[in-house]
C-alpha cells in the first residue's frame, strides 16, 4: 500500500533536488600553496550576469565616491597602488591563465576605512585609510592586493551567491510546505547562515590569504609583510580585526597560517629578487 507523503517530507524532497542540481567547478590551479579545493555553484546563478552586475556595481561606486570628490584625490596614492596592481596582475596567470586579459581596473578612494576589494571581472578598490592611515609599506599593500585578487580569481562570489540561492530556494519550499511565516523563514535564514554561510566565508579567507601572499611573492614583494600587516591592522583596532575581518579566522591563526605559507613561498620572492622581475 502507498503512503501519502507528508509535507515536511516533500519540502525536505525538493529542497534536496535544488542542492543536488548544484555543479562542481575547479577555478584555479592550485599553484605552490596548493590551494586545490573543488566549488560548488548553482545554475540558479548565472556567472555571466553576476559579472555583469558587479561591474554595474562597481561603476556605481565609483560614481558617488566621484560625486563626493573622494575619488583618486591623491595622484601619488593612485600611482603607487596602481604600480603594485600592474606587478601582481601578469602573476594570475599562474593560477588561471585568461584572468590576465580581464578589463582590470584599479581606483582609490578616499576613507578613513582599513578597507579594499576586488570585484568579479577584476575591479579594484583600495581605500586611503589603509594606504596612509595604516602607514603601509608597498610589500604589505602587495599582501592586500594578492589577498583581494585571489576572491576574483576563485570566484568565491559565485560560490557564496550559489550556497545564499540555494539556500533560499530550499528555505523557501520548506517554508510553504510547512506554512511558515515571513518571521520564521527571516529566522531560518539567519540558522543557515550562521551555521553554513559563517564556516565558508572563512575557508574563502584562508584561500585568499594563501593564494595572495604566492601572487604577491611572485611580484617580488616580501611575504613576510603579510604578518606585519595583519599585525598593525590589529594594534589599529585595538587588538580586534575591522569589521569588514569580524568574520575571518582569528587573528593568532591567521598570522601563524601565513607565516607557514610565507615561508613556502620565499623561494619565489627571492628569485624575483635576484632577477629584479616577477616570477611566472
Aim: aromatic fraction near 6%.
Amino acid at each position: 500500500m502507498r503512503k501519502n507523503l507528508g509535507p515536511w517530507t516533500w519540502a525536505v524532497t525538493l529542497a534536496c533536488a535544488a542542492v543536488v542540481g548544484c555543479q562542481t567547478v575547479q577555478t584555479t590551479q592550485p599553484g605552490v600553496v596548493g590551494v586545490s579545493r573543488e566549488q560548488r555553484v548553482s545554475p540558479l546563478i548565472n556567472r555571466a550576469e553576476l559579472n555583469q552586475q558587479a561591474g554595474l556595481q562597481y561603476r556605481q561606486v565609483l560614481g558617488e565616491a566621484q560625486k563626493k570628490q573622494t575619488l583618486n584625490r591623491d595622484g601619488e596614492d593612485v600611482a603607487r597602488v596602481r604600480r603594485i596592481a600592474d606587478r601582481i596582475i601578469p602573476q594570475t596567470a599562474v593560477f588561471r591563465p585568461e584572468a590576465v586579459n580581464w578589463k582590470w581596473e584599479v581606483n582609490v578612494i578616499s576613507s578613513k576605512e582599513l578597507n579594499a576589494w576586488c570585484m568579479p571581472g577584476g575591479k579594484i578598490a583600495f581605500y586611503t585609510g589603509l594606504i596612509d592611515g595604516l602607514k603601509a609599506t608597498d610589500d604589505e599593500l602587495a599582501q592586500v592586493m594578492g589577498h583581494e585578487i585571489a576572491h576574483a580569481l576563485r570566484e568565491h562570489a559565485w560560490e557564496r551567491a550559489s550556497k545564499s540561492a540555494t539556500a533560499g530556494l530550499g528555505l523557501s519550499i520548506i517554508g510553504i510546505a510547512l506554512g511558515a511565516d515571513q518571521g520564521q523563514m527571516d529566522l531560518a535564514g539567519l540558522v543557515y547562515n550562521v551555521t553554513f554561510e559563517l564556516p565558508n566565508s572563512r575557508e574563502h579567507e584562508t584561500e585568499a590569504d594563501r593564494i595572495g601572499i604566492e601572487l604577491a611573492a611572485r611580484a617580488g614583494y616580501d611575504p613576510r609583510a603579510a604578518v606585519t600587516l595583519w599585525q598593525k591592522m590589529a594594534k589599529a583596532n585595538d587588538g580586534a580585526p575591522p569589521k569588514w575581518l569580524s568574520t575571518h579566522p582569528a587573528h593568532e591563526d591567521r598570522q601563524s597560517d601565513l607565516k607557514v605559507y610565507g615561508d613556502k613561498v620565499m623561494p619565489l620572492y627571492e628569485q624575483a629578487k635576484r632577477s629584479g622581475r616577477a616570477v611566472l
